[in-house]
Structures are given as structure tokens and as C-alpha cells.
């Protein structure tokens, strides 16, 4: 395998240079329908592959960002009718190009792109991801083989298979998958005239080609296999350990079809975890296996199913008045207190409290939420407030911790000099993001609540 960070610095250094001359062709003859590479495409392909820790993997990703440019640039040319959205394209995601060498969820019109990558003409097989043969989320319509010879600063769109040309080929070779979780597909079971691709792109009926469908027990299998990942995904920590070497293919496949353990494993590779692994991804799992209960109904003054089953309390309108020691009233002396310190609560917030029982310590959890307008990324805060249900001073070594999909945001703890009666801490996210709480004390004792998600689910006025 080529030296990634070597080779592409070398590469584009002398792409950018103003003498740079073509190198030599003499080994390979190119065809006329060969598409060259910018030296502004080489430059963003560097870029975007810089983003992987992995060296193979890399490497891959440059030449498959290079392969989406040439793929894209080839359609331009013969049918600049056919719109291409990548929003998807999972080269462009570093935590799925960082397990899956492929250019996968491509759409281009209605169908399912997927583009393979070979970098050399004379190779008579091409090693293709198991993911996007196998799994439901990365299979194509069409995957589109195209040969990216990087020397030469050219690529090939060269062939293409249909999923369901795919499937019949490899039923009848009883084609088998390798230990590393990829494919050998001969090249020649790849159409040699791609132009019949643009032909099915513009008047085949998506339907012609039936995709399996996603399986609905993602989340049951992901339940059920927490204590195994949870015990294995640490150990993926150093980059040049890949997932097959260390989970089998079920075990792979409960990670790969979720976006948010590959964003885990993708910062645990880049070494953006500033906390506990373990209570990192404790908290991720419990962020996507249990159920959230809704802030936003609480501007509606209403509570959901879970906050009842859990004995939420909501509160008032939060307006500061004169203070007084019911659990209501404390809050709002609590509110006057963050007011002072600058911290605005909106006349539209709404808030409930919770009352926990701690190693024998009890505790009041006060949330507060309100929607934040913005007309690019509306978002939503959640303020918390820990304080004791007999207003004493709290025990010492406690935590509050707060977690997202992503990682542990805050781990606030008590101050015991200041002898701190609360801790507060405030995150704000997108309206698809959650929110972990969790309580502990040092020794070890910890309450984890349900995740706090925010949809009001009415026409909110603001």
C-alpha cells in the first residue's frame, strides 16, 4: 500500500507547481473517453482524505473522492440532465469512508449510485466493500466501476453491474465474502460500455431493480449486543486496528448500519475523547436504546407518557417573584440567582422538576427548555439545575454529566470549598438532538435518567 501522506503531498506539490510537466504514458494506453483530473480535484480529494486517521483506508479515500469527480464530470458530458445529489455520498462522511471504501448512497435522478474503485487497468478483479453488497443502507441500483490511475492524473469510468445482475452472478460462482469483510469480483462481470448506464439512468423504472428493504430489528439486535460492543469498540482506539479485526459480521453489522456508533468510533480514531471511554459509550448506548421523554410538550404545560411514569412535576411560567421554599418557589429564587449572572431565561421557557434518591442523598433535578429561533438551524436548550430536596448543602464528590450522541459535553462537579447548594449547566442542540443526564457520586453509585429529546409536536408560536 502507497504511503498516503507522502505520495499525495509529492502529488500535489507538483500539480501545483507552475513548470509541472505530464508524466509518462508509455507503460498503459489510455482511451479517448479517459477524463483528467484537475489539479483543483486533487487538491480537494487530498483534503477530504486527510480526514481518515488509517492509512489504507486513506488512500481509498482519495481515490474514491477522485473516482465521484470523474463519475460526475463523465454525466456532465453525456447527460448533463441527470441531476446528482450527494448530500448522502458517504465519501464525504469520514465516519463511514473510515470503515466503508466505497462511494456509496450516490443518487443520481431516482437511483442508488455506488462507485468501485480500481487504480490500475490491468487488475482482473475489484475488491468490493461487504456492506454495500449486504446491507440494506449502502446497496445500489447501480454500482459503477472506475478506474482512478493517479500517476497519470486520469481516470476511467469503465463498467457497471445492476444489484440484481450483482446477486445472480455471485449466487452462481457461490462468490464468498473474505475474513476482512470485502469481496472479489472479477472485473469482467462489469458491462464494458458504460454508455448503457446513462440509457437505464434516464428510462428504467427504479422499480425495474428491487433493493432489499432496511431490517427493522436494527435496534433490537443493537439492545441486544450492548455488553459485547461495549467490551470491544475501546479496543479500536489505535487507527490501524479496522473493525473486522476485532468484531465478527454481526457484531459489524450492528455498527455499521448506525450513524452514531461510527461517529463514536470515527472520534475515538481522531482521539476526541476528552472522558471516560467507558462512560462515553455507556452513555451513547443508553442515548440510542431508551426512550426520551419530551421537553417539548412541556411548553404546552403538558407531560409525556414517560415524564408521568416517572413522576415529573411541571412548573409554572418562570417569572422571578419573591422567594419561598416550596419545590415551585425554590426554582424561581434559583431563576433569579442564573438571571444575576446574566443568564436569560425566556417569558416562553417551560420546566419540570424531578425528585432522585442518590446512596441515600435526596436530590431535586430541576430542566428547563425553550426553542431558539434561527431561520438557517433552529435549535433547543436545556438547562439543568441540581440542588437537594431539603435545601442543604450537596454531598460531596458529586457529578452531573451530560452527554450527547457524539460524546460526554459537560462533567460539572460540586465545589466543596464554595459549599455550592446547586449545579447548574445549560446545552443547546439541533431539534433531532438528545440529551443524557446522569447523576453519580464518586464511589461509584450513579443514576442515569431517560434521554431528554425536544419535538412539541404542534404549530409553536414564537
Known amino acids: 500500500m502507497k504511503n498516503l501522506s507522502n505520495n499525495l503531498t509529492n502529488n500535489l506539490t507538483n500539480n501545483l507547481t507552475n513548470n509541472h ?75 463511514i469512508a473510515n470503515i466503508i ?24 478483479q475489484i475488491i468490493v ?20 490511475l493517479e500517476e497519470q492524473e486520469t481516470a476511467i469510468v469503465s463498467g457497471f453491474l445492476s444489484y440484481q445482475q450483482l446477486i445472480e452472478k455471485q449466487t452462481a460462482a457461490n462468490l464468498q465474502p473474505e475474513t476482512d469483510w470485502t469481496y472479489q469480483i472479477p472485473v469482467s462481470w462489469f458491462t464494458q460500455e458504460p454508455n448503457y448506464l446513462l440509457l437505464n439512468l434516464r428510462c428504467l423504472d427504479p422499480n425495474a431493480i428491487t433493493l432489499p428493504v432496511t431490517n427493522n430489528q436494527r435496534m433490537q439486535t443493537l439492545v441486544s449486543m450492548q455488553n459485547e460492543l461495549m467490551a470491544l469498540l475501546p479496543q479500536l482506539q489505535l487507527p490501524n486496528i479496522q473493525l473486522w479485526q476485532v468484531l465478527n459480521w ?8 448506525n450513524i452514531q456508533l461510527l461517529n463514536w468510533l470515527y472520534n475515538l480514531q481522531q482521539q476526541q475523547h476528552n472522558h471516560s471511554l467507558q462512560n462515553s459509550l455507556k452513555d451513547l ?43 415551585v418557589e425554590e426554582f424561581q429564587v434559583i431563576t433569579n440567582q442564573l438571571q444575576n449572572r446574566g443568564l436569560e431565561i425566556p417569558p416562553q421557557a417551560r420546566g419540570a422538576y424531578h425528585d432522585l434518591l442518590l446512596a441515600g442523598f435526596p436530590l431535586r433535578l430541576y430542566a428547563v427548555t425553550w426553542p431558539i ?54 446545552v443547546v442542540g439541533n431539534w433531532d438532538e438528545k440529551f443524557l443526564v446522569s447523576v453519580s457520586l464518586v464511589d461509584g453509585v450513579e443514576l442515569t435518567l431517560p434521554p431528554f429529546t425536544f419535538y412539541p409536536g404542534r404549530s409553536y408560536q414564537f
Open 21 to 95: 510537466q505530464p508524466m509518462s504514458l508509455e507503460f498503459e494506453f489510455l482511451p479517448i473517453t479517459a477524463i483528467n483530473l484537475t489539479p483543483e480535484q486533487i487538491t480537494q480529494a487530498v483534503e477530504n482524505s486527510l480526514k481518515i486517521k488509517n492509512e489504507s483506508q486513506q488512500w481509498a479515500t482519495y481515490l474514491n473522492t477522485l473516482a465521484l469527480f470523474t463519475f460526475k464530470e463523465w454525466l456532465t458530458q453525456r447527460a448533463d440532465f441527470l441531476t446528482v445529489n450527494e448530500d448522502k455520498c458517504t465519501v464525504f462522511q469520514p465516519a
Open 101 to 124: 471504501p466505497a462511494v456509496a448512497n450516490l443518487q443520481v435522478g431516482k437511483f442508488k449510485v455506488c462507485l468501485l474503485t480500481n487504480d490500475s487497468l490491468g487488475d482482473d
Open 129 to 148: 466493500p461487504r456492506a454495500v453488497v449486504e446491507l440494506p443502507e449502502y446497496i445500489a441500483h447501480f454500482y459503477v466501476l472506475i478506474e482512478v
Open 250 to 257: 454481526e457484531q459489524g453489522i450492528a455498527v455499521i448500519t
Open 285 to 327: 448506548f443508553q442515548l440510542l436504546t431508551q426512550p426520551a421523554i419530551n421537553v417539548g410538550r412541556w411548553l404546552w404545560d403538558e407531560l409525556d407518557e414517560l415524564g408521568e411514569e416517572l413522576s415529573w412535576q411541571l412548573l409554572p411560567n418562570i417569572a422571578p417573584i419573591p422567594a419561598l421554599r416550596s419545590p
Open 373 to 426: 429561533l434561527s431561520e438557517s438551524d433552529p435549535s433547543w436548550t436545556l438547562l439543568l439545575v441540581l440542588g437537594t430536596t431539603a435545601q442543604n448543602t450537596l454531598p460531596a464528590h458529586l457529578k452531573l454529566r451530560v452527554s450527547d450522541q457524539t460524546s460526554i459535553l459537560i462533567e460539572q462537579k460540586i465545589n466543596q470549598q464554595q459549599g455550592d447548594s446547586y449545579l447548574f449547566t445549560r
